[in-house]
Nanobody
């Protein structure tokens, strides 16, 4: 049984930082790629970042230069370091993996950027 558990969300002032974590459990190893998505109220879920084999990364234009995705293969964990946060970054953040053609999502963690 594959499970993803996100953590690290919260309320932060504009310009602040947060670090999200997503731990994958189950009989899976060296998961590649791993993804972060987000969904703001009233909007579609959107891609944020991905990290693949060799730690190659890709980001949505809206977060480039502010967010950094990384992973710890030994812990089956992916991270999202978010700096210079803006109110428009407010959303529920989800991690995603695909194992043997099956897509798994975490339960999400709320990030609120507000003064």
């Amino acid at each position: 049984q594959v499970q993803l558990v996100e953590s690290g969300g919260g309320v932060v002032l504009p310009g602040g930082s947060l670090r999200l974590s997503c731990a994958a459990s189950g009989s899976i190893y060296n998961i590649n790629p791993m993804y972060w998505y987000r969904q703001a109220p009233g909007k579609e879920r959107e891609f944020v970042a991905t990290i693949g084999g060799g730690s190659s990364t890709n980001y949505a234009d809206s977060v480039k230069g502010r967010f950094t995705i990384s992973k710890d293969n030994a812990k089956n964990t992916v991270y999202l370091q978010m700096n210079s946060l803006k109110p428009e970054d407010t959303a529920v953040y989800y991690c995603k993996i695909i194992v043997l053609g099956i897509t798994y999502w975490g339960q999400g963690t709320q990030v609120t950027v507000s003064s």
